[in-house]
Structures are given as structure tokens and as C-alpha cells.
T-cell receptor
């Protein structure tokens, strides 16, 4: 079975532009989360979607938005890009259960560079 | 608010020896889960091991074990018989109960520890 797939793998954008990152979760997984990982730091939570609804949002400006489609794939949009948005963007999918030990499976990420 | 602290920016270990990576956490939730992930230079986060807050025994997965001390709020990762392929960044992470007591997957990560295994 395919794991979590993200596209594109690398992206270079100019300040002020807009970008869309895509994520396909593991088949059967209904929850998708997005994380931003700045170089040298741990991933920071951006959004979480389950069944096409936003379930959680991290401390990110409104320039960041996301959505989940009926097939559970997801897009992360960032408007008015800043140099500080340069980071590795990770997508994670997981089953939703009442148990804490639901593992989150990560994609290889999209490395965004803003120049 | 949840917080994960990893105080070791970098660790070195000789091949075939054991190494402990430290992790302390802070949460007000009575129910939570603790995870360790490995991140090679390729960027993908690889799940290693999980410990639930109500688990009575320390988790083990092959060469990985988690030294869980709930009263001290620590969840250290122990890697036995280190291999050259273990060289990577290691992250400790926590998941809380979430709204309504259902876990939806949000993870809070620490800053990470870079492990270098010497031959």
C-alpha cells in the first residue's frame, strides 16, 4: 500500500506569491494534519482535518488555509509568502480512534523556499 | 498548554553501544500519548515507539525502549546496540485527548536531538 504522498517535493517561490501544497493520505485514513518544520527545529502544528472538517488549528496567521476533499486528500494554501515561510511542510495521516496510540504516518514533505 | 523539552541538541555514540535520548513533557491532560520519531536527512518522519499515559509497563520495539517515569514527566528513548544507520534527528512528541476526549492526531514536538553513531 502507498504511504502518505506529498507534492511537489521541492518548490521555490517569490515573496508575495501564493503556494498550494498537496497531500494524499494512506488509504482508509480520514485524518490529515499539516506541520511546518523550520530548519533546525521541531515540526509545528498548522492544521488538522477530519471528515472534511477542520478539527484543530495552530498558531499561524490567516495567510495559511487548508481544506480536505471527499477522498480525504488535502491541500495547504499559503498566501502572500514571506521569507520566513521557507520550511519543510509535512503532512501526516492517521486513523481516528478513541485510543491515544493512533500512529501518525508522515509523508516526505514539501521543501518550500521563498526568495 | 502542552510542552515537550529535549535538552540534548546533539549526542554521540559508538557503534554497538546503547544511548539514551532525553525527553521531558508538561501537560494538564490526564490522558496523553508519547511518541518518538526518527527523521533522517531525507526529511520523512519515521515512527519508532509509543507510550500511553496509563500504560503500566515501558514500551519496547526491537532495539528501542522507552523509559517512562510518569511522576517525573519524562519519556526517554533508549537505543540499544547502535548502528550507523541510526544517525539521524530524533523527536519526542505528545498527543493530547483533544476535544470531546477523542484523539484526532495533533502532535506537539520537541526541538529534537541529533544522534551521530561513530564506527
Amino acid at each position: 500500500d502507498a504511504g502518505v504522498t506529498q507534492s511537489p517535493t521541492h518548490l521555490i517561490k517569490t515573496r508575495g506569491q501564493q503556494v498550494t501544497l498537496r497531500c494524499s493520505p494512506i488509504s482508509g485514513h480520514k485524518s490529515v494534519s499539516w506541520y511546518q518544520q523550520v530548519l533546525g527545529q521541531g515540526p509545528q502544528f498548522i492544521f488538522q482535518y477530519y471528515e472534511k472538517e477542520e478539527r484543530g488549528r495552530g498558531n499561524f496567521p490567516d495567510r495559511f488555509s487548508a481544506r480536505q476533499f471527499p477522498n480525504y486528500s488535502s491541500e495547504l494554501n499559503v498566501n502572500a509568502l514571506l521569507l520566513g515561510d521557507s520550511a519543510l511542510y509535512l503532512c501526516a495521516s492517521s486513523l481516528v480512534s478513541d485510543y491515544m496510540n493512533t500512529e501518525a504516518f508522515f509523508g516526505q514533505g514539501t521543501r518550500l523556499t521563498v526568495v | 498548554a502542552q510542552k515537550i523539552t529535549q535538552t540534548q541538541p546533539g549526542m554521540f555514540v559508538q557503534e554497538k553501544e546503547a544511548v539514551t535520548l532525553d525527553c521531558t513533557y508538561d501537560t494538564s491532560d490526564p490522558s496523553y500519548g508519547l511518541f518518538w520519531y526518527k527523521q533522517p536527512s531525507s526529511g520523512e518522519m519515521i515512527f519508532l515507539i509509543y507510550q500511553g499515559s496509563y500504560d503500566q509497563q515501558n514500551a519496547t520495539e526491537g532495539r528501542y525502549s522507552l523509559n517512562f517515569q510518569k511522576a517525573r514527566k519524562s519519556a526517554n528513548l533508549v537505543i540499544s546496540a547502535s548502528q550507523l544507520g541510526d544517525s539521524a534527528m530524533y523527536f519526542c512528541a505528545m498527543r493530547d485527548e483533544g476535544a470531546g476526549g477523542t484523539s484526532y492526531g495533533k502532535l506537539t514536538f520537541g526541538q529534537g536531538t541529533i544522534l551521530t553513531v561513530h564506527p
